[in-house]
């Protein structure tokens, strides 16, 4: 069979379009590549809808967690993208080259086999046994490369993926635990509740993603290219450019025939709500016909989405498996019949099979890989989803590092004064001068604080609960912003705080006592652990060390160690670190009055100024100031002296114990009254 003779019009027609064919085939490419911009430009530049990060950071657990896909997300991936990719020196860069070597090679590889797949079927068209065995020898050769590239992916992905989160998790560990971020992030701000899980999963999930959208989505790109380049070269561009053309025009029409199946769904599953919700009541004959009717609506709507999903299916099939598949065969049957390609076939009925046989190969290939970016938007939109998360995340940080917090704010707040900013300044004292307290949620707890704490003071603090005491702390401690005033504080390490309920950490015995020092550390500072044995002797507790079974033993301490034995712990942590100041917060409430009196006598031999939150008249004498608040906003702040004080609150458990029996006394007067007046009318008879 030869060429198709053509009419002499279409002939010369013909001929015309081979003579300026290089011109014609320039323009069908320019108008593929401006279309496609202008596909992607419509699809980047589309109304955004509110950015309500919020609802993707509480999406719920095991859901997918889908964003939209647009220039926003391009935006926050770009700046993820140069954390775990930071540059061409890095290993991830090179991990993602080699990654797109091997997607070539395998490109490659499967260009290869098409051809030899119509090498052999040639071979069998013509008989040629010998033909037939080397290609079947070639194609058992190629298997090597084609495994070994095919398990080099899988492994680079997994290499790229660990590498992702490994510099993605070292960047946000590194700003999660850097100036107090822990904190602040989970109380000054309300934006955030899971910032553990999205450092923990959330940065997995979409490392993972990355890695994986990476193949899934280069390799159908550069398929359907060089597919659709070798088809050019073997059929001609007019043809496979009419075909995309043709798949394009009849997918649209598809769109436009396909009925709404999601809402039609939706008012299936709200039908079926209903009838459940009636059964429940059952019994009643109302109940009953409002039963048939919700039911004969649900049936209805049923029929109707089926009916809908026949003559849908039909069109979908018709169109997909044999339109699609027919013009298939017809574009790899144009080198046949047609002289329009470079390396057209007229020869024997085996060429014109071999070719037949790539070509067909070659288009089914393009035509999975195109399908395969189609549906890898999907996978794209659960990418724009994690990329989301994270990012919002690092705006958080962003925002904190800048002193930007979103909190519920309590009735009466004013946000003013939550915006504003006072002064922090190094020293070798405490003070505050004229310092706002300020709850996160804009409860003023007391308009201006003005106190000092010099070394050799030791400050009493007391009040009622929710006065203030703890804030004070937690601004001093840099927990809380300070919005006004002036704060002078020294270094961080000068200055120890010791809560009611001690901090204990993962690790040995040693590190307890020692803590946040390592035992490097502590080597480096030349104590030994007989010295932190004579520490643990001063408040009697030495014996922890042979009853727990030395200082290198690691246990679950916080649940191992008493109340108690917590606080003498803390107690020998202060010992060893020393500080020029001492934050006590209700710390001594498990022990005895001997070791209290031990702890804090050695604490000031020590020369450290112990400022304590306590309500404890046994640790008046200790202390000689005192900052009290009356829980109204107001504070004093003087000299203490405890003996008059400690005599003025026992005058005033007095008063109060006479107060409480006054009406007791009251009612027995009463009663005497009432006997003398009735003695007086026996007498009087």
């Known amino acids: 069979m030869g060429k198709v003779k053509l009419p002499p019009q279409v002939e010369e027609l013909v001929q015309t379009y081979i003579q300026h064919k290089p011109k014609i085939q320039r323009g069908f490419l320019a108008f593929a590549l401006i279309t496609i911009a202008l596909r992607i430009r419509s699809t980047f530049n589309k109304p955004q809808k509110t950015d309500d990060s919020s609802k993707l950071l509480k999406g719920k657990k095991g859901k997918k967690v889908v964003g939209e896909v647009d220039a926003v997300f391009l935006a926050r991936f770009h700046r993820i993208f140069k954390i775990i990719v930071p540059g061409v020196t890095s290993k991830e860069f090179w991990l993602l080259t080699l990654f797109s070597g091997f997607l070539m090679g395998r490109t490659a590889l499967s260009l290869y086999v098409a051809k030899l797949d119509g090498q052999i079927v040639s071979a069998l068209v013509r008989g040629n046994g010998r033909q037939f065995l080397l290609s079947i020898l070639f194609w058992m050769l190629v298997a090597l490369p084609a495994t070994y590239t095919n398990s080099m992916l899988t492994y680079l992905q997994g290499k790229l993926a660990i590498g992702f989160r490994t510099r993605l998790t070292n960047y946000l560990h590194g700003r999660y635990l850097n100036n107090m971020m822990f904190y602040k992030i989970a109380n000054l701000d309300d934006r955030l509740k899971n910032a553990d899980q999205l450092i923990t999963q959330d940065i997995t999930k979409f490392c993972d993603k990355v890695a994986e959208l990476y193949s899934n989505l280069t390799k159908p790109v550069l398929d359907t290219i060089l597919y659709n380049w070798q088809l050019i070269n073997n059929v001609g561009g007019e043809g496979v450019f009419s075909m995309n053309v043709l798949v394009q025009i009849t997918a649209g029409i598809i769109r436009v025939l396909t009925p709404p199946f999601g809402k039609m769904v939706a008012e299936e599953q709200r039908l079926e709500e209903n009838a459940e919700e009636i059964a429940l009541y059952g019994g009643a004959e109302l109940e009953k016909k409002n039963l048939d009717k919700s039911y004969l609506t649900l049936y209805k709507h049923v029929r109707k989405i089926f009916s809908a999903r026949i003559w849908h299916s039909m069109l979908e099939d018709f169109v997909i498996k044999y339109f699609w598949g027919a013009a298939g065969y017809m574009l790899c049957a144009v080198p046949v019949f047609f002289d329009v390609a470079a390396d057209s076939v007229a020869g024997e009925v085996g060429e014109r099979t071999q070719h037949f046989v790539t070509n067909r190969r070659i288009l089914v290939s393009a035509s999975d890989a195109f399908g395969r970016i189609m549906y890898s938007y999907r996978e794209i939109s659960e990418l724009a989803g994690y990329t989301s998360r994270v990012a919002t995340l690092m705006t958080i940080f962003d925002d904190i590092e800048k002193d930007k917090y979103v909190k519920q704010l309590v009735a009466n707040a004013n946000p003013a004064i939550l915006s504003q900013r006072g002064v922090i300044q190094k020293s070798d004292i405490i003070e505050f001068e004229k310092v706002p307290i ?105 014996g922890i060390v042979e009853r727990e079974g030395g ?64 309500h404890r008249p046994s640790l008046w004498k200790y202390h000689n100031w005192i900052l009290q608040y009356d829980g109204q906003g107001g504070y004093v702040f003087t000299r203490l002296n405890a003996a008059k004080r400690l005599a003025l609150q026992e005058e005033k458990n007095e008063i109060e114990q006479k107060l409480i029996e006054a009406p007791k006394l009251k009612l027995r007067l009463a009663e005497l009254r009432e006997l003398l007046a009735e003695q007086k009318k026996v007498k009087h008879l």
């Not at 500080?579 to 498990?590: F, G, K, M, N, V």
Request: overall charge neutral; some cysteine.
């Open 438 to 542: 300020v709850a996160p949620n804009g409860d003023v707890l007391v308009k201006e604080l003005t106190f000092h704490v010099r070394p050799g003071m030791h400050l009493l603090i007391v009040g009622p609960n929710g006065s203030g005491k703890s804030s004070l702390f937690r601004i001093l401690g840099g927990l809380w912003p300070v919005c006004g005033g002036i704060v002078s504080k020294p270094d961080i390490k000068s200055v120890f705080y010791i809560p009611q309920r001690p901090y204990l950490t993962l690790g040995t015995l040693r590190d307890q006592i020692i803590y946040p020092d390592t035992h490097k550390q502590m080597k480096a500072k030349g104590v030994t652990d007989q010295q932190l044995i004579d520490i643990l002797d001063i408040v009697n507790i030495s």
């Open 551 to 614: 200082f290198d033993i690691e246990k679950d301490w916080k649940d191992v160690l008493a109340g108690g034995d917590k606080q003498r712990i803390a107690m020998a942590r202060l010992f060893y670190h020393k500080p020029r100041y001492a934050i006590l917060d209700e710390c001594t409430s498990s022990v005895g009055m001997d070791i209290e009196k031990i702890m804090y006598e050695h604490s000031q031999e020590l020369g450290i100024s112990l400022i304590t939150v306590s």
